[in-house]
């Protein structure tokens, strides 16, 4: 699971114009969206030598938080919203105290408390009265539905009539599309190189790393997604092999150049200690 934290800062500042005093607004906005939100609230203060704890009262949505007012302009996010799947409290002060957790279960769609090795049912409205300390979120993946829905049917169709050739795609992104709500563009570079060929120190693994699928369910995510670059045949790089088997060379070379060097060094240190009888 990938997850992102996002600053929004926002500072109210002092700037000279006309040889006038004018205040103005720094402020900073999001040009990508994580699937997983972490916010994490101020909730200890620290002045100098002395720490105390921040208990004022949050409020927090469990649903629909909408992250569009912090977006960029030119932002390639298209889903703002998120739903609450997380929470971390803090009970004590700042010099010591206990955690506890509030979690989601994407099964029953019920809620949890963990409090160590106690699990307990809950209901929404405990959820929201906590005095959260970090907040998970979830972006709403409905909007990916129809694209995993279509993705099956292809594959049940192609059970019937078999597709002649295969496109190989990088099960780590298959696992985004799967579980994110904007997977993103096709990315295949964790097992093939820019010359298209499989890198040569993940060939002996490489069937690990990719997914074998049907033409048409490759069409329909190239041209729903993007990215690539495409790939019907898996074959290990011959340039990404020379390129390897050249730096590997180096790197002997250079390690009996080195050994050498540093026993010649040793025998010139040896002859300039004097002998005891000297």
């Known amino acids: 699971m990938q997850y992102a934290r996002i600053r929004i800062r926002i500072v109210i ?4 114009i006309g040889k006038k005093l004018r205040n103005g607004l720094k402020y ?9 939100l972490c916010i994490h609230l101020k909730r200890f203060r620290h002045d100098f030598a002395f720490s105390s704890k921040i208990s004022s009262k949050v409020t927090f949505p469990l649903v629909d938080l909408d992250m569009a007012p912090w977006l960029h302009k030119d932002s390639a996010s298209k889903v703002s919203l998120y739903d609450l799947s997380g929470v971390i409290c803090h009970h004590g002060s ?3 105290g206990h955690y506890t957790a509030y979690a989601l279960n994407p099964i029953d769609e019920d809620w949890y408390e963990f409090d160590d090795s106690t699990v307990t049912k809950v209901d929404p409205g405990t959820v929201m009265s906590a005095e959260a300390y970090v907040l998970f979120y979830r972006k709403n993946g409905t909007s990916n539905e129809a694209y995993r829905e279509k993705m099956q049917s292809l594959l049940a169709l192609n059970q019937e009539s078999p597709s002649l050739i295969k496109f190989y795609v990088s099960r780590q992104w298959i696992n ?8 993103g563009p096709i990315d295949n ?6 010359h298209g060929g499989v890198l040569p120190s993940k060939t002996s693994f490489v069937l690990d790393l990719c997914v074998a699928l049907p033409q048409q369910v490759w069409e329909h995510l190239h041209s729903t997604f993007g990215g690539g670059p495409a790939c019907t045949r898996l074959y290990e790089c011959a340039n ?3 390129e390897l088997d050249a730096l590997t060379r180096q790197k002997k070379f250079e390690l009996e ?19 005891k009888e000297e």
């Not at 500042?13 to 000279?16: K, R, Y």
């Not at 570079?189 to 820019?194: A, N, T």
């Not at 150049?257 to 002998?275: A, C, D, M, R, Y």
């Open 257 to 275: 150049e080195f050994k050498t060097l540093h026993q010649e060094f040793q025998v010139s240190v040896l002859k300039g200690i004097p002998s």
């Open 13 to 16: 500042t002092t700037w000279v």
């Open 94 to 96: 700042a010099g010591g």
């Open 189 to 194: 570079s964790d097992f093939l190189c820019h």
């Open 176 to 183: 985004k599309f799967e579980t994110f709500a904007e997977p």
């Open 240 to 242: 990404c092999r020379a």
């Open 28 to 36: 900073s906005r999001v040009t990508i969206l994580p699937d997983t």
